[in-house]
């Protein structure tokens, strides 16, 4: 695909030099996406779809525009470009808007590409994806206690990225994802509960056996029939791996070097070099490991991916940064992050559990209640009471409560974080406002 | 509305992209869905184009165009879709090879309503206005914002821009094409006073051409200062069982997420919603009227007709808190042997149709609304939402509350933020016990989430009061009283 698409950004990137254009970056797209759905030991729905696309950055000195489309012929190609152009030309001028240098691009592009193993060979058929489905749901549905398949679905993509700029880069690569979804449900009528499983991989043979998962999301929906809200108390929450990774999902949101230069986020310059987590957590964005899902040889931008310490021994190292925040807060771009995970820490997770005499152990939210301005959160929360070190039954309709900025001084983490399928471990977070009854 | 020429005068429609004529494209359709149930091919053509204003300046400047067919063939409960974004009658045949190389076949084809469609929103494809213009625009707002208020350190102004057009052609020789035009403008800002920070956000928009945009965006702005305003001052929220009073408009987002959802077709007919089986019966309050209208002028949610070349319509689904309908696309209505209601819509070519909401809203009742907050000793009144989310199989919901006020002997008192709402979505409506005499709907803001497809939707309500023991209120103030263990 390279050089057809190398080609073809040369004739655009000549076509915005006549127009008077100064600089330009295009990257390409291709996709096949197949999805088939099961319900009931039926096929549901078969999904084949494929599409292609183009976005090009023009800039006339420091004005810029952006398009994206899905030309089909020479005439719309260069009709887009066009209209880049007419865009930039229109626009003030923005300072912050730039090309990656080549400083920041990957030294060998190729051999990144080769040892990053970003695409497997597996292609299934729609056929054969329904069956893995169907796999999935039969196991769920011989859970006893499981009354019905809320759908079992089953995807697999091919996709390839290319990127050009008229500062000479040149890159591409192709990966593969593959991914099942199954939804189970437990009871009838007004008492029913419903558990939710999914997982994602970039390797085939790297999903857990089939069955498995339909039985472990069946046994679920079954635990949490009977859930039940709980008298509002303060408490400790632990976070079960299904969610402790909205936890660094709200840290990556916070240091993002664009809120960080409006002033939007709850962490701040002076934050920087200070502790805002428990001395041993550690925080690391990590897109160079071969066949995980998060790895990338260099980003939208063309800049390369690399390990980034952001959390080192509770102390905030970084924000991340794209060229155009990295220009604003006058420092080099750190680029995309991938694979952000938490380290483990020193306890199991049966050790965080059983030393808790009342508490909540959360399995899922509803709602997406967290101020990242302010860091105050506040969401709908389901899973199970702990009393004296237990589980002892489910719990739902609870809000749990508290400050972002507190909650990460209080984490604990257990030691079974799995990278690439649960990127952050079991966490016990005390103090906690739970809402409820 | 003015007269307008139709989209077919002033657009080069599919027929031309294809190089073929209605005829054929027909016969195209109709072979490729040969021995099949149900289907259609549908076609789309989307350009959006969209300016970005923050931190006094254009940020982003962008312009989009996705075009590319979906056909659908269904047979029994079991549907097959292929979809590409390349358009040609070429890669529609294959696609329907394709189709008919998993499927059994042989079955009967079953006819839909044949209707000339009534425009809800402007047919012609208008004018680009001037990219300069817009900007000017955009920093008109910007100036106008920061004019009132010296506390104001942040303005974000956005809008966007979309000229859709969509082709329906099922193997009936059902041909149905129009355009669909959608405008939105969103403001938002940042006070800051010493060491409080409160954020601000309007929008609005709908089905119209962009040039409504330039004409109504000063008092959308003024309440994006006045809602940041308030929540500059605002306190924590109170938690605990109470009453709650909702505004009129945007808050009918309950309305939606917790009892609309549980009313669409495919809910229904799957047994994972709690309405299954309860037509006839009270599922709100007698007080409570709620319908869904697809066919309403202009708005967000309004489509001449659904995705699968339904003619929308108003569906009455709650007459006084007795549920009267559900919504189907064309499945879930075969399915359950009624006809189709003309909610069957999809996000894009790329995605398969299923039964969603348009513009659903509570009807009006008798009380004003300073009668419903007079008549409340100690409650919550949820004047501007954020949004939630909500467990379909549970009914169980959470909502976030941009913007609350306590309600303190009849009087609203003070401001409170980070209120969540949590209840149940079949139990909710029972407990309205008063609805107002206000109904409004939204300002043209919803997008509503559904299996992963995202589509425009409108919600409304007048002023409603919930008794205690509708909701919980979970605030973020963090004195609750401490349980004994």
Redesign the interface.
Known sequence: MKNKMKNRADKIFSLVRKNGGTAASCSFSQEENKEASV?DG????????????LTLRVWFGKR???????P?SEDEYER?AE??CA??R???E?PFALLAPKELWPENIPECVSFLELADTYSPS??DLAEIALKIENAGLSVSGVS?S??VGAESAKSSFALFTTEGFEGAYSETSYGIGASF?AGE??A???WGEGEGVRFFSDFRPFEETGKIAGEMAVALLG?A?I????MPVVFDRYVSDSILGHLKHAITGGLIH???SFLNRETLGSRIFPFGINIVSDPTLPKLPGSFPFDREGIIGKRLDLVKWGVLQRFTTNLQSGAKLGVIPTGSTGNLHMENGKVSREELIAGI??GLLVMG?????V?I??G?????A?GFLIENGQITRPV????I?G?LRDMFMKIVPANDMLLGRFNAPTLRIDGM?V??? | METQKNYADTSEGFLRTLGVNKESLVKVVKDALSGAEDGELYLQKIEVSGLVWNDGRIESSSFYSDEGFGLRRVEGMRTGYVSSDIISAESIKKSGEELRGVFAGGKTYASAEKFSPQPLYPQEIPAEIPIEEKIALLGKVDAYVRSQDSRVTAVSVSLSQAREEVCIVRADGLFLEEFRPMVRMNISLTLVDDVKTGTGSEGFGGRENESRLFKDWQGYADKAIECARNLLVAENCPAGEMVVVFGPGWPAVILHEAFGHMLEGDHIFKNTSAFVGMMGEQIAASCVTIVDEGSILGRRGSLSFDDEGTKTERTVLVKDGVLAAYLHDRLSARVLGVKPTGNGRRESYAHIPMPRMTNTHMLGGLHSPEDIIKSVKKGLYAGNMSGGQVDITTGKFVFEVLLAWRIENGKLTVPVKGAMLTGSGEKVFLHVDMVGNDPALDNGIGACGKNGQSVPVGVGQPTIRIRAGGLIVGGTQVNVIEEMI
């Not at chain 1, 039926?42 to 292609?52: A, G």
């Not at chain 1, 008298?231 to 303060?234: K, Y």
């Not at chain 1, 939210?365 to 209640?369: Q, V």
């Open positions: 319900r039926e096929v549901e729905t078969s999904h084949k779809d494929d599409s292609h696309g810029v525009a952006t398009v994206s489309g899905n089909r887009l209209r880049a865009m930039a229109a626009n003030p923005d729609l056929a019905h809320g759908g449900i009528g007004n029913m509960s419903q859930a809200p008298p509002s108390s303060r409006q002033k939007s005499d009342r939210f509803l709602g997406k209640g101020n301005a302010t105050d959160y506040s969401r709908g389901f739902n309709g609870v809000t409560a400050n406002t809402a409820g009854r």
